[in-house]
């Protein structure tokens, strides 16, 4: 049986509407190692009884391993994310984990492409924190699919990145911008072509919303990228919602 392990919530702030982010320190152990791209099983305590589900570590791994961070999207209709966003200060979580093999690229051979929605941030933050901050020096892009102007967050981080890190650029798209958004517009999928003139020098890591990543795949297929140059992370794959018969 994997080991329970607990934390406690120590910060929590919402992001956007919708995004909120905690750090949490470790109670049990005390010390908890992970790598940039790992996830935790978090155990939800929802209508009496528990409900799992994996989260992202946010944050990269600090020397004294006694923090760590996720950044959570609050589904609506969701169970776990919803008892994460009611937690409070002081709050204790339990979980299993550190889980995953979507790992940073352990040398710096290959130019890199990111490509996320929404939450698929998270983990693309902390691969991006550890490559950056360890002087990855090939080209790293970032494409950023969200629906509106409300769901942007971490812009300041990305733009002090752009500045200080010349071999880092982003790119976001909003497929429902509202006001005078003067980004791209339309799907993160569509920018990737329009962007990029040559897919084959890349490696590709896409984290986020599954049909995001299956639109991304065949795109990748079409331009001869070879599987082995890919890694995901799948978030959850779009409820089918029927088309309403008038
Ligand atoms: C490896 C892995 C890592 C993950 N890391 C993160 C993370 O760092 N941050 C994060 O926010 N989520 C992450 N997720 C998604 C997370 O595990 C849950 O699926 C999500 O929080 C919804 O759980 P819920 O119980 O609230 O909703 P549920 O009751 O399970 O689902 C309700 C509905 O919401 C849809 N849904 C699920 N996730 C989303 C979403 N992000 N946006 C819109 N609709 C959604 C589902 O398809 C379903 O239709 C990750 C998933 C995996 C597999």
Redesign the pocket.
């Known amino acids: 049986m994997a080991l329970v392990r607990t934390a406690r919530i120590v910060e929590s702030k919402k992001f956007t509407e919708t995004?909120r982010w905690i750090k949490f320190k470790m109670i049990e152990p005390a010390v908890l190692y992970y790598q940039p791209g790992n996830?935790i099983i978090l155990q939800?305590r929802?209508e009496g009884g528990i409900?799992k589900?994996?989260?992202?570590f946010?944050s990269i791994p600090k020397e004294d391993g006694s923090t760590f961070e996720?950044?959570?999207?609050?589904?609506s209709?969701?169970?776990?994310?919803?008892y994460i966003d009611e937690l409070k200060i002081g709050e204790a979580i339990a979980f299993g984990g550190p889980y995953?093999s979507f790992y940073p690229p352990a040398e710096d051979l290959f130019p890199l492409i990111y490509v996320t929605t929404?939450?698929?941030m998270?983990?693309v933050h902390a691969h991006l924190a550890f490559l950056l901050t360890k002087n990855y020096h090939r080209e790293i892009k970032l494409f950023w699919g969200l629906r509106s102007e409300e769901d942007l967050f971490l812009l300041e981080v990305l733009e002090s990145w752009a500045q200080a890190y010349k071999n880092f650029s982003y790119h976001i798209a909003l497929s429902q911008p509202q006001g005078k958004w003067e980004g791209a517009r339309g799907r993160v999928t569509d920018l990737l072509p329009k962007v990029l003139k040559n897919f084959k020098p890349y490696k590709f890591y896409l984290s986020?919303?599954g049909a995001m990543i299956q639109d991304v795949l065949q795109l990748l297929e079409g331009q001869g990228v070879p599987l082995e140059n890919i890694s995901k992370?799948?978030?959850?794959?779009?409820?089918f919602v029927p088309p309403r018969v008038l």
Do not use: Q, W
Request: glycine share 16%.
């Open positions: 995004v996830y939800g929802v409900k589900h994996a989260y992202c946010f996720l950044c959570v999207k609050i589904v209709d969701g169970n776990v994310s919803r995953g929404g939450t698929g998270s983990s986020g919303n992370e799948v978030y959850f794959m779009p409820r």
